[in-house]
């Protein structure tokens, strides 16, 4: 209950003018290293091993893949379903218990993906000219707050390619989730569980109120997980990180700085339009000529 009221508050007016939200801010490695044991739940593994293997199999043609580096592969969903399609997969991620769970899974899938445990601002150039694929899939990239961050991930993963290969990023569509200040990422229950994904909209004040010269910016989002035990009389544990959340031409204007020539922005992996206004995702095909 405590938690729910918490979430209905945010974001509170501190009596020194400063706006404030609930919930302690883990780095992303901290909150995947909690997050990693209810994860597969979470995000409904199992099934989207079978459901989403059809969209891979046609990129894995189109471009002919062989070699993919999984950037952000988590508990290793895209890097296992790729390598049961026939392509040789390194899955990097920061977090270690997420790699754990990704090395696991494999097992269990009968996929021969590796597995690293790597932060992409370290991949200099360990990897140049390794990967004729880069994924970084399931809204990662927000993960990198700072722009330099940003910027050094999108140059290794540039540098990671062959030349002519593909980056393939997909990040929620926030061109439309800011403009509809959305909070609301996701609810999904499961037979002992109850997980709600949802933002907090952190406004800094940029400026002087007392002059009324300011503007109000939503640079950050806290990003939480809620997750209800239902086994355990419905006890609750919420989960907090920061994300930077990327418009889509901000995404395409990153790219070309780090060298990409041709970059396409779709509404999803099938390569359906982009509506700024409707669409669930954003996706853009990145290719380094
Ligand atoms: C939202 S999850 C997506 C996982 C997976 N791609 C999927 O779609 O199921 C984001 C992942 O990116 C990883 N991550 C975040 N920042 C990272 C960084 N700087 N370097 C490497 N991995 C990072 C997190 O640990 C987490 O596992």
């Known amino acids: 209950m405590a938690d729910a009221v918490k979430i209905i508050l945010n974001p509170i007016l501190t009596e020194n003018g400063k706006f ?3 919930g302690k801010v883990k780095s992303a490695s901290d909150f995947y290293d909690e997050l990693s044991s ?5 995000i ?4 989207r091993i079978e459901s989403e293997s059809k969209i891979f199999e046609s990129i894995v043609g189109k471009y002919k893949v062989t070699r993919c580096l999984d950037a952000g592969c988590g508990v290793g969903l895209y890097s296992i379903i790729l390598s049961k399609l ?3 997969v390194l899955g990097i991620d920061i977090s270690g218990s997420m790699i754990e769970r990704a090395r696991e899974l494999a097992q269990r899938f009968g996929a021969s993906a590796e597995f690293e445990v790597l932060d992409f601002s370290s991949i200099k150039d360990k990897y140049r000219e390794n990967f004729d694929l880069v994924l970084c899939l399931g809204n990662t990239l927000p993960h990198l707050i700072s722009e330099k961050e940003m910027l050094a991930s999108l140059r290794n993963f540039y540098n990671s390619l062959e030349p002519n290969g593909i980056l393939i990023v997909q990040i929620l569509n926030y061109d439309k989730i800011m403009e509809n200040e959305e909070r609301i ?3 999904r229950e499961t037979r002992d569980k109850i997980f709600v994904r949802f933002y907090d909209f952190e406004p800094t004040i940029i400026g002087s109120p007392s002059l009324k010269v300011f503007e109000v910016r939503k640079d ?3 990003f939480n997980v809620l997750i209800v ?3 355990k009389n419905y006890s609750s544990k919420l989960i907090t990180t920061r994300i930077k959340p990327i418009k889509s031409e901000e995404l395409r204007r990153k790219l070309h700085m780090v060298g990409f ?4 922005i779709f509404g999803n992996l099938l390569g359906e339009e982009f509506k700024a206004c409707e669409s669930k995702n954003i996706v853009a095909f990145a290719r380094k000529i």
């Open 220 to 222: 950050f989002l806290k």
């Open 261 to 264: 020539k041709e970059v396409e």
């Open 44 to 47: 409904e593994f199992s099934s």
């Open 229 to 231: 035990d239902k086994t």
């Open 38 to 42: 209810d994860y597969v739940d979470m």
């Open 86 to 88: 026939g392509v040789k």
């Open 20 to 22: 404030e939200t609930y």
């Open 185 to 187: 990422v996701n609810v």
